[in-house]
């Protein structure tokens, strides 16, 4: 039966959430904070899965460690999932194509990053434009690539620079971009 229960369980110290435990004479630890806060309030109960395991994550719910949520991974044991798993990526909102430069104002000490596909722009772009990235330590988002022999294509273009596939399509709304291969950096995006 799930029971959906509400604790404000905040402490607000000079404009910071505060937390505080406390080690016990049995050398078990407490969340303090949880001993000053009322109990929990049963505001609607829908049946389902409890949602108390889930708690432990967000500290300060009174939910200790032992309660707290741990994946079932099968009889098998744990599975390995490895980068070919996070392909094909797919960015529809993102495509080839020119990208006029122009200033952005990105918290400073942003990592440098570009987005490229395995196409041959992409490819292209990375060869001629390699040195800078490496200059500039940018790592590399691979938004549109189809298999792990197109991600290996584009590490092999960008030689020696960390490239991770990742969809762009939250970036491009964001930044307002529609194509790639793009670099940004804290001040300025560019091709």
Do not use: C
């Not at 080839?96 to 722009?121: H, K, N």
Request: charged residues 20%; proline residues 6%; without cysteine.
């Amino acid at each position: 039966m799930t029971v959906m229960k509400t604790r404000v369980a905040a402490a607000m110290l000079g404009g910071f959430i505060a937390t505080s435990t406390h080690a016990t004479a049995q050398g078990q630890t407490r969340d303090l904070a949880a001993d000053f806060l009322p109990e929990l309030v049963v505001v609607e109960d829908t049946g389902g899965t409890p949602a108390r395991p889930y708690y432990v994550a967000i500290g300060m719910s009174g939910v200790s460690e032992a309660e707290g949520y741990v994946a079932d991974l099968g009889a098998g044991g744990p599975q390995s999932i490895d980068e070919s798993d996070m392909l094909p990526v797919e960015s529809p909102s993102l495509t080839p194509g020119y990208v006029e430069a122009r200033s952005l104002s990105l918290p400073e000490g942003t990592t440098p990053f570009f987005l490229v596909g395995d196409d041959e722009l992409s490819m292209s772009w990375l060869q001629q434009r390699g040195e800078v990235l490496r200059s500039l330590n940018a790592v590399g988002l691979a938004v549109d690539v189809s298999s792990a022999d197109g991600l290996q294509q584009i590490r092999d273009a960008a030689s020696g620079i960390e490239v991770r596939p990742m969809a762009g399509d939250d970036l491009a709304e964001r930044l307002n971009i529609h194509h790639y291969p793009v670099l940004i950096t804290s001040a300025r995006m560019e091709q």
